[in-house]
């Protein structure tokens, strides 16, 4: 899931090189992605109003729902 979080990261930013994610297992079944970009690309990756990070959340939360793991998983964007 991690990858392909990734790609759809990197397709929206102008620097698709500098984009990096970090998976923390939290406690208490969850399961953290910590995302950082280039500069300039927060952003993009925020979107007007929010919609590109909702969107992205929502495919995550879905993503999770089908998988077999029964964690929540939560993405972070890190400036």
């Known amino acids: ?3 392909l979080l990734i790609q759809i990261i990197q397709a929206i930013v102008d620097k ?3 984009v990096d ?3 923390i ?3 208490e079944d969850i399961k953290i992605y910590e995302l950082r970009v280039g500069d300039g690309d927060f952003g993009k990756v925020i979107g007007k109003r929010g919609k590109n990070i909702m969107a992205i ?3 995550l939360n ?3 729902a ?3 793991d029964d964690k929540r998983t939560v993405l972070e964007v890190i400036e």
Do not use: Y
Request: aromatic content about 4%.
């Open 25 to 27: 297992e939290g406690e």
């Open 62 to 64: 879905a993503a999770s």
């Open 16 to 18: 698709p090189d500098e």
């Open 66 to 68: 089908k998988s077999r």
């Open 57 to 59: 959340r929502t495919w």
């Open 1 to 3: 899931m991690k990858e």
């Open 21 to 23: 994610i970090k998976l």
